[in-house]
């Protein structure tokens, strides 16, 4: 079996663009590459769980994602990095077009895409985790049964202080600024495990 980090896309890897799709227009967060090589040299599988509604409204093709993701990895791996796999949910289930208006098991937080990992990867869910900046991460990763941190990057800050100005308790299990924290925090706990 293999432990995984599964990572969201925009707001959690790069700046957050209203449907991104172009390479010219990605930029990738401070630290990130190096977070995830941390990961991947600390026996991690890397890999990305992204809705892609601007496919289901029609304003990109699911080739031009493609095209993006290649980039996105070839960026990364200018610092000994890299994502193991994209999974994307292009469906949208009130503003898709076509084939992709529809109710998915894919859309976060639904568990679809983190389903499709775990057959191709046999996922250890017990050193499995999942990090975004918004809500429907961490709700996909604990549906899936897998510790989920919420980052302050993105959405992230402000998810959190809306739940704190509500009163709730924390929906999501660590709370960290950058997705290097993130990664130092689930290093560590599985050195611990280890020793």
């Not at 503003?95 to 996922?123: D, L, V």
């Amino acid at each position: 079996m293999e432990k995984a980090v599964f990572l969201d896309r925009d707001g959690t890897i790069n700046k957050e663009v209203t449907y991104l799709y172009r390479p010219e227009d990605l930029i990738i967060l401070p630290g990130v590459p190096q977070a995830i090589k941390s990961l991947r040299d600390h026996g991690f599988r890397v890999i990305v769980v992204t809705n892609q509604a601007g496919i289901a409204r029609g304003y990109y093709t699911v080739e031009q994602m493609h095209t993006l993701h290649q980039y996105l990895n070839e960026q990364l791996k200018k610092d000994g990095a890299w994502i193991d796999r994209f999974y994307y949910c292009p469906h949208h289930p009130e503003h898709g077009i076509g084939e992709y208006k529809q109710a998915c098991r894919c859309r976060k937080p639904g568990t679809g895409m983190f389903e499709m990992a775990q057959q191709e990867y046999n996922i250890d869910k017990s050193h499995s985790y999942m990090i975004g900046d918004k809500r429907i991460d961490v709700q996909a990763g604990h549906k899936f049964g897998i510790c989920s941190i919420l980052v302050g990057t993105g959405y992230g800050r402000e998810e959190r202080e809306k739940s704190r100005s509500l009163g709730e308790e924390p929906f999501y299990d660590l709370y960290s600024e950058t997705l290097m924290g993130a990664a130092e925090f689930i290093i560590r706990k599985e050195c611990k495990r280890n020793e």
